[in-house]
C-alpha cells in the first residue's frame, strides 16, 4: 500500500488476521487511502462529490482487508484496487442513475452517445439538437437535458479501452510517474492542476486548447468518441479545479 | 482561435456590424450563486442554442464557457448571479453579472501559460469583453459568431 512497504503490509495482514489485531487494521485502512482517493478521483462528478465517493471507496478497501487471504501470496493493493472499483462501481449502479435521472433521460442520454457518433460520420460534422432528436424521435428539449445528465455522470470505466487500445490497467496507471509531458517544452502541463489528470485527459487538454483542434478532430486523434472527448474535457477541468483549489486556498 | 489568443476586453463592437442582423432575442437568467445551479444555466444556454441549430460542438463550447465563469467562486461579486442569453441572426452573446470584475480582468490578461480562462475562453468562444450598463454594473460579454449547420 502507499506509506508501507509490501514486508510491513504483510505484517499488519498477519497481526490482524491471526491474532486479531485491530490496531493494525486500522493503519492498514490509513494506508490504504491514497488509494482509495486516487480511484475515486475518477469518479467524481459534479453530482458526485469526492469525499463521498472516497467514503463509498473505503467500505470496498475494509472488505479487501478483512477477507484477504495471506496464503494467496499477492499484494493487498492487487486484491483491494478490484475491490474498491466493485464499490464504486455498485453505488453508480445502486443509487447514481436510479436516484438522481429519469429512467427515460436516461436511456436517452445512452442512445445520444451512439447518434452523435452516426451522425457526425454521415453529416461530416457534429449534429445539431434538432438532429439529434429527429434520430432519437424525442423533443429537443429533452435532447439538451439528456445531454447535460450525460455530461454528468461522465464517470470513466477503468477498465474501457483507451486511445491506444490497450486496456488501461489501474496497478500500472495509479501512483506510476507519467513521462512525456514532463520532458515535454510546453510547461503548462506541470502548472498545478495538470499534474492531477491523467496522461489521456493532459493530452486532450493540451491538443484542445493548445492546439486548437476540436472535439471531432480529438476524438479521431485519440480514437473515442466526440461525446467522450466532451465529457474527458469537462471532467478534467473540473479536477483542474479542484487541485488547485486544494492546493491553493488562499489566492 | 489560436495559442495566445488575447481576449478583446473593450466594450462595444466586438463583431462587424453584419453578424448581427435580425431581431434580438434576450433570455434572462438569475440564479443562486451555488454550485448546484450551474447545470442549470448550462441547461438554458443549450436550451437557447439549440434554437440556432448550434452543431454539438458549438453548443458544448458555449455551456462550457459559463460553467467556466460560474465555477469559480471568486469571480461572483453576490448573492445571485445573472445570466444573459443574447442570440441576433448567428450571434450569440453571453452577459454575465454581478461579477468581481478585478479578479476577472485579471485572469483575463494574464499573460502565462497555465490553462487559465484566458486560454480555455479563447479557445471556445470568439471575442470575450465587458459591456457598461447604465446602471453602472459591468457586464461580461462572451460572443460566438456560430455557422449554419451545413446541408441542415
Known amino acids: 500500500m502507499a506509506s508501507l512497504d509490501e514486508a510491513s503490509t504483510r505484517e499488519l495482514l498477519r497481526e490482524y488476521h491471526e491474532r486479531g489485531d485491530l490496531d493494525a487494521r486500522a493503519r492498514l ?223 | 482561435m489560436a495559442l495566445g489568443h488575447t481576449p478583446d476586453l473593450g466594450s462595444g463592437a466586438l463583431l462587424r456590424n453584419d453578424d448581427r442582423m435580425g431581431e434580438t432575442e434576450v433570455i434572462s437568467l438569475t440564479l443562486p450563486h451555488d454550485q448546484r445551479f450551474v447545470s442549470v444555466a448550462r441547461i438554458v444556454v443549450g436550451g437557447l442554442a439549440a434554437r440556432l441549430d448550434l452543431p454539438f460542438e458549438s453548443l458544448d463550447d458555449l455551456q462550457l464557457a459559463v460553467e467556466a465563469v460560474l465555477s469559480e467562486e471568486r469571480y461572483i461579486a453576490a448573492d445571485e448571479v445573472t445570466v444573459e442569453v443574447a442570440v441576433q441572426g448567428r450571434l450569440v452573446r453571453l452577459f454575465i453579472a454581478p461579477l468581481q470584475t478585478d479578479a476577472l480582468e485579471a485572469d483575463l490578461e494574464r499573460d502565462d501559460e497555465s490553462l487559465g480562462l484566458r486560454v480555455l475562453l479563447a479557445a471556445v468562444v470568439d471575442s470575450v469583453g465587458f459591456e457598461g450598463r447604465p446602471d453602472g454594473e459591468r457586464w461580461l460579454c462572451l460572443e460566438k459568431q456560430v455557422p449554419r449547420p451545413a446541408g441542415s
Open chain 1, 29 to 251: 485502512i490509513e494506508a490504504g487511502l491514497p488509494l482509495v482517493r486516487a480511484l475515486a478521483r475518477r469518479y467524481a462528478g459534479r453530482t458526485e462529490q469526492l469525499e463521498d465517493l472516497v467514503q463509498v471507496g473505503a467500505i470496498g478497501l475494509i472488505k479487501a482487508i478483512d477477507r484477504f487471504e495471506l496464503e494467496r501470496g499477492v499484494a493487498l493493493s492487487t486484491y483491494a484496487i478490484p475491490t474498491i472499483i466493485g464499490e464504486l462501481k455498485r453505488h453508480f449502479r445502486d443509487k447514481g442513475w436510479a436516484v438522481h435521472v429519469p429512467r427515460r433521460l436516461k436511456e436517452l442520454s445512452l442512445q445520444l452517445t451512439q447518434h452523435v457518433e452516426e451522425l457526425s460520420g454521415k453529416l461530416g460534422r457534429s449534429p445539431t439538437v434538432a438532429e439529434l432528436a429527429r434520430a432519437a424521435n424525442a423533443d429537443e428539449e429533452e435532447v439538451v437535458e439528456a445531454l447535460d445528465i450525460g455530461q454528468a455522470y461522465s464517470t470513466l470505466s477503468l477498465s474501457e479501452v483507451p486511445g491506444d487500445g490497450e486496456e488501461l490497467d489501474p496497478l500500472v496507471s495509479i501512483g506510476e510517474l507519467e513521462t512525456g509531458y514532463e520532458t515535454s517544452e510546453d510547461r503548462a502541463l506541470l502548472l498545478p492542476g495538470f499534474r492531477s489528470l491523467e496522461e489521456r485527459e493532459r493530452r486532450i487538454l493540451h491538443l484542445r486548447f493548445f492546439g486548437g483542434l476540436t472535439q471531432s478532430q480529438i476524438a479521431e486523434e485519440i480514437g473515442i468518441s466526440q461525446m467522450h472527448v466532451s465529457r474527458l474535457i469537462r471532467r478534467a477541468l473540473e479536477k483542474m479545479r479542484e487541485e488547485i483549489e486544494h492546493h491553493e486556498p488562499a489566492q
